[in-house]
């Protein structure tokens, strides 16, 4: 099985499209999201539209939440809850039922996915260190975890003696009695001061997983999120990728 997963599209379309195209050329067998699919960018609706007709499984991440009101505003810096509302206001029912019904946590024979943590994975926690990572592994109950939220791609590998370390890679090879955590990066808005979009392949064949990163029509994204109205630091933020 070979498996398409990636996160925070964040509302670029022109991101999403770019990764779509670019997974054609690794035959996928099945597609999955790790949450944001709206927030930041100007075309929610479309990038909705395309994830539903993708995607097997989504599951929530903080954006989709808040954008139909389920959580808390305040969780939110003033820019990201400024886009939040626009968000939720360029939504119609259908696409809010949408991000409404979306679970916080999936999981299969092959592998969990989780937009941030597996412990209180409702409270969307960041995934930054050895600790953080350590409570997430407690909780698997499969050898690899596929997580975004951070907008930043990488590996924790816990180890013999529940030793947790950290890479920064474009591979990994799966090796056994080991258990892994891929933080498969951004679509949509990628915050390693790289702005290609950035998206993930898990084969389960070759046990291995690889980022790679494309490029995408960024200029006219950031067009299209100052035209809307929406700050203006969210569309220039694209052209630096942080």
């Known amino acids: 099985m070979r498996y398409g997963i990636f996160s925070d599209i964040h509302s670029n379309l022109e991101a999403l499209e770019a990764v779509i195209a670019a997974y054609k050329h690794d035959s996928i067998d099945e597609y999955l999201c790790v949450g944001d699919v709206v927030g930041y960018a100007a075309n929610p609706k479309e990038c909705i539209q395309t994830t539903k007709s993708l995607c097997m499984i989504t599951v929530a991440g903080n954006h989709d939440w808040a954008s139909p009101g389920l959580i808390s505003l305040e969780y939110f810096n003033p820019l990201a809850r400024e886009a939040v509302l626009w968000t939720r206001h360029n939504l119609d029912d259908e696409e809010r039922y949408f991000l409404e019904t979306l679970k916080p946590i999936y999981q299969n024979p092959d592998l969990t996915l989780v937009h941030a943590t597996l412990d209180n994975p409702q409270d969307f926690n960041y995934l ?32 013999k003696e529940d030793k947790v370390s950290y890479y920064e890679d474009n591979h990994l090879a799966i090796e056994k009695g080991k258990k892994y955590i891929v933080n498969v990066g951004s679509v949509g808005q990628p ?9 993930c392949i898990y084969d389960t064949n070759e046990q291995k997983v690889s980022l790679k990163r494309v490029s995408y ?26």
Not at 131 to 148: D, K, P, W
Not at 191 to 199: I, V
Not at 226 to 235: H, Q, S, T, V, Y
């Open 191 to 199: 915050r390693d001061s790289n702005p290609l979009s950035a998206y």
């Open 217 to 242: 029509d960024m200029q006219t994204t950031r067009d299209k999120i100052i035209a809307a109205g929406l700050p203006r630091f969210l569309g220039d933020r694209l052209l630096v990728g942080r």
């Open 128 to 159: 930054t260190d050895a600790y953080l990572a350590g409570e997430t592994f407690r909780l698997m109950q499969t050898h690899i975890c596929f997580v975004g939220h951070t907008h930043v791609g990488g590996f924790f590998v816990q180890e």
